[in-house]
């Protein structure tokens, strides 16, 4: 059985159209392709359907609404639209438990959804991220429970979704895909169906678990880089010198295929994955016998720099004669990642939490989150507007490296504030020139590291 023709316009269901899924599915279809994104969240699909965006990603809401109003994307709950698609895509979420143990819940019921439904021909795609060896022992079973003989009658491969939120749309566009087939033809047919549908590089690996540990370590690597230049940062403030210049002197040093790329240092880590993968990867080599302390220590060090960011911040304030009980902080930025309004674990929440225990007023102005979100998932006081947040304040926190945070006007923000303010740069990364010419207007300075 041959998968996949070489149709040039395959029919594209998405499972599971949340984040990974809605995006896909906007690229797919701006390249001419009939794609439906099923999903059981009613409400959600009803927004989409309304042209409100589902989840905050730059451009998203601009790409899918007249994808949408064109036909060429539809949206529903009804698994029925299965049937005439003849590539799947699996996009649902797998979270972790509290013990980092993989939680299969929805990536199950959707299986269970499609085995029915399958018919001879199809190819099936996971992109979900899992643990080594789910493709093969969990979904192959649960989609061959409908009759369907996976490698006879449809095919199915495992192609790791690694996209950056904030830059996801240009990345579809570019990004080398990953492809472990479950078998040679699954293998094949999903690397002429990403080289057709989006034109991008594809990377073969000899099968699925290989491709599911790609994922992981991709995101172990950036977490333990994170934990390091964290660290770094620490180390850097004892001898107070800049870790910045540390890390861009020291990433000159060619190493390997490529040079030392130490990654920059910030008030946390936070989102959907980074948080949660290492330990899906740890849990998994723990029930097989094996400790990875990399991945214990990465997480834990991460995990501590909101306190430590509310430690340099009060320290900042006390070396400029401020109370942190009776001071009004400007927050710049809640979510987790710059230039998104993603909340997710974000680590602005254990900073604002510190900050609200200690007795400070936080007002917080993020341009990219709803402020409802805010209010609930992070805490302080949501404002409108940045002259809202700065007026008054003895700090501006910024924990979020928005475009629009980056070329602030230093002397409008200077007459707003309660001179001597300081500035805490937990994610901006200020250039030296800037740091002089702020506290050449009279700001105090300080950073992770700096």
């Known amino acids: 059985m ?17 984040y990974i899924g809605s995006c896909l599915g906007a690229a797919l279809a701006e390249r001419g392709m009939s794609v439906v994104g099923i999903d059981s969240d009613a409400s959600m699909i009803a927004g989409l359907r309304a042209g409100r965006r589902a989840v905050p990603e ?28 003849d590539v799947v895509l699996i996009t649902v979420g797998t979270p972790v438990d509290g013990n980092g143990a993989l939680l299969t819940a929805q990536l199950e019921e959707v299986c269970r959804q499609l085995a029915p439904r399958l018919r001879p021909g199809q190819l099936v795609i996971l992109k979900s991220t899992v643990a080594p060896g789910t493709t093969r022992t969990l979904v192959v079973p649960l989609l061959e429970s409908g009759g369907l003989v996976e490698g006879r009658d449809f095919g199915l491969a495992y ?33 002429r169906f990403w080289k057709a549908a989006l034109d991008v590089p594809v990377r073969i690996v000899p099968t699925a678990d290989i491709a599911e540990i790609v994922k992981l370590a991709n995101n172990w690597w950036i977490d333990a880089n994170v934990a390091m230049a964290n660290e770094l940062a620490r180390f850097c403030a004892l001898f107070e010198v800049d870790v910045m210049e540390v890390i861009a002197a020291a990433n000159s040093l060619p190493k390997g295929d490529g040079r030392v790329n130490i990654l920059r240092p910030g008030a946390g880590v936070g989102g959907p994955c980074l948080t949660k993968d290492p330990w899906m990867t740890w849990r998994t080599a723990r029930d097989r016998g094996v400790r990875l302390r990399t ?41 987790f990642k710059n230039d998104t309004g993603d909340l997710r674990n974000t680590p602005v929440t254990g900073v604002v939490r510190a900050l609200l225990a200690a007795g400070a007023e936080v007002r917080i102005f993020d341009p990219l989150a709803e402020k409802e979100l805010i209010r609930s998932q992070v805490g302080g006081f949501p404002v409108d507007d940045l002259d809202q947040a700065v007026r008054g304040a003895d700090a501006v926190a910024l924990l979020a490296g928005h475009r629009q945070f ?30 002089r010419r702020l506290r050449g207007l009279g700001f105090g300075y300080r950073g992770i590291g700096r």
Do not use: W
């Open 2 to 18: 041959e998968f996949l023709s070489d149709s040039p316009s395959p029919r594209i269901a998405i499972l599971g159209f949340g």
């Open 58 to 85: 730059p451009g998203l809401a601009e790409a899918l609404a007249p994808l949408v109003a064109s036909g060429r994307l539809a949206c529903t709950t009804d698994y029925d639209a299965l049937e005439d698609a």
């Open 159 to 191: 192609c790791p979704e690694r996209l950056a939120e904030g830059d996801a749309l240009a990345q579809l566009r570019e990004l080398t895909v990953v492809v472990g087939g479950c078998g040679p033809g699954s293998t094949a047919a999903a690397a």
């Open 295 to 335: 991945v214990e220590t990465a997480r834990r060090v991460n995990d501590a720099m909101p306190e430590y960011a509310y430690e340099v911040l009060r320290d900042g304030l006390a070396k400029m004669g401020k109370d942190l009980a009776s001071a009004r902080i400007a927050v710049l930025g809640a979510a």
């Open 406 to 435: 980056r070329d602030l006007d230093l002397e409008r923000l200077r007459r707003r504030v309660a001179m001597p303010c300081l500035i805490f740069d937990g994610r901006m990364h200020y250039r030296p020139e800037t740091i």
